[in-house]
């Protein structure tokens, strides 16, 4: 649950609901705010319509983050496991990346984004019959996201980062017409950039941004660690 414009507030959950027979693993949404009465109300959908889908495509989607963008936008992040049964059929591991996806205050998603969210990092292409993964499969976990709601600003999101086999933190900054401010060096369709890549393991990472268009990152560290 996070705050959106106008007084709103935005609430996103992993979502187990029955389709054709059996259980689905999606991530969806919806908008609250309160009437000329005081009296909480939904925005996008009645009560038993259950929300809006931010991401309802094949494979387990779980762990969303939602941040306030600005008056117009909210951003939800993500993991996803959706190319999980392509892997397979391949004989490929299993992998999770990190999506996105900005919505607006009517629940429309962002135009440079696609429908079921773009990734964020990713050994794959958005669609992975057009080009060969890289290797090695590895997992990307633990997004988290914030913006300080300064005009243009982009938001931060970071994430846990096994690339290094053991884990790293990475990031990257979004904006509703751009996911991916920051280039990679990697040879990844969709990547980041290290926060640290130091030996041993990284995690529990936060943020919060600062009042210049920035971000603060902490995280537990077994850099110096014997």
């Known amino acids: 649950l996070e705050t959106a414009g106008g007084g709103d507030a935005m609430m996103v959950w992993f979502d187990e609901r029955i389709n ?5 693993q999606d991530i969806y949404a919806q908008r609250i705010g309160l009437d000329a009465s005081g009296d909480i109300v939904n925005r996008w959908t009645e009560p038993d319509a259950g929300g809006i889908p931010i991401c309802n495509v094949d494979g387990k989607q779980e762990g969303a983050k939602v941040t306030y963008y600005n008056e117009d936008w909210n951003v939800v ?22 999506y996105a996806q ?34 090695p499969l590895t997992d990307q976990t633990n997004p988290r996201v914030k913006a300080s709601g300064i005009t243009d600003a982009p938001a931060f ?5 096994k690339r290094n086999f053991n884990d790293d933190i990475y990031m ?30 990284q ?5 919060t941004t600062d009042a210049f268009g920035g971000a603060f990152i902490v995280w537990d560290d077994l850099q110096n660690a014997d």
Request: aromatic share 10%; glycine share 6%.
């Open 20 to 24: 054709e027979g059996q259980p689905v």
């Open 77 to 98: 992040v993500w993991e996803d496991s959706r190319h999980n049964d392509f892997l397979s059929d391949n004989g490929l591991p299993s992998t999770i990346d990190i």
């Open 102 to 135: 900005f919505i607006d205050v009517d629940g429309n998603k962002a135009d440079a984004y696609y429908e079921n969210g773009t990734p964020l990092v990713s050994n794959l292409c958005y669609d992975p019959m057009s080009c060969p993964p890289t290797f």
């Open 157 to 161: 999101v970071i994430w846990i980062d």
């Open 172 to 201: 990257q900054m979004i904006t509703p017409d751009n996911p991916a401010v920051l280039a990679g060096d990697s040879n990844f369709p969709f990547d980041g950039v290290a926060v640290t890549d130091a030996p041993n393991a």
């Open 203 to 207: 995690g529990s990472a936060r943020l």
